[in-house]
């Protein structure tokens, strides 16, 4: 299948710190990528969807200026955390839309894990 | 976004038992996809399905897109201690735009040796 490479795996900052957290499709081009975060024991929260060359468009509730967000490539976006406070503190994981001759079809990368202490 | 229904919230079952997991949706759709998440790391594709009353399996598990194209079902057989995870069901409306997915709630699965 597909791969989805996310890094870092593990990071922590100090609040007040910035913080970038990189999505790669490494085998095929995704024209959209997907950023989420995911509390304890807790589904998916879809934050917003990534466009290449175009502005990402947010969930509701999430803040645009907080949270960056850079599809500048086919295959690569990033997720930049502003400004990080420990309530920031989170599992965050990215997708990335393939199309296949079946249909649309979303590979996850491997999440990472954000402590901002 | 979106979220489907998923159901069970969570099973514990003994080793060698069959599981049995469903999504349902409110509106009609295109594509069903199911995933494994093991603690701490992204989830995993198991299972895409395309079109209505597709049965595909995938070794031990096997995956079902309804006929009313508004649920889908896990299947499990004898299962084992590898398979504790939490399962997520993804589906793509048929009235889609920018290749949104929505998501389960998930099933917590726990296997008892």
């Known amino acids: 299948g597909a791969v989805v490479s996310q890094h870092p795996s593990r990071v922590i900052c100090k609040s007040g710190t910035s913080v970038k957290i990189e999505c790669r499709s490494l085998d095929f081009q995704a024209t959209t990528m997907f950023w989420y975060r995911q509390f304890p024991k807790k589904s998916l929260m879809l934050m917003a969807t990534?466009?290449?060359?175009?502005?990402?468009?947010?969930e509701q509730g999430v803040e645009k200026d907080k949270f960056l967000i850079n599809h500048a490539s086919l295959t690569l976006s990033t997720l930049t955390v502003t400004s990080a406070h420990p309530e920031d503190s989170s599992f965050y994981i990215c997708s990335a839309s393939a199309d296949t001759p079946s249909g649309n079809t979303i590979y996850f990368g491997e999440g990472s894990w954000l402590t901002v202490v | 976004g979106q979220q489907l229904n998923q159901s069970p919230q969570s099973m514990f079952i003994q080793e060698g038992e069959d599981v049995s997991m469903n999504c349902t949706s409110s509106s009609i759709f295109n594509t069903w996809l199911w995933y494994k998440q093991d603690p701490g790391e992204g989830p995993v594709l198991l299972i895409a399905?395309?079109?209505?009353?597709e049965l595909t399996s995938n070794g031990r598990l096997t995956a079902q897109f309804g006929i009313t194209r508004k649920d889908s079902f896990l299947n499990i057989s004898a299962s084992i201690p590898s398979d504790v995870g939490i399962y997520f069901c993804a589906g793509q409306p048929t009235a889609n735009t920018g290749n949104q997915f929505y998501f389960g709630t998930g099933t917590s699965l726990t296997v008892i040796p």
């Open positions: 399905l395309y079109k209505a009353g």
């Open positions: 990534s466009n290449e060359g175009s502005k990402a468009t947010y």
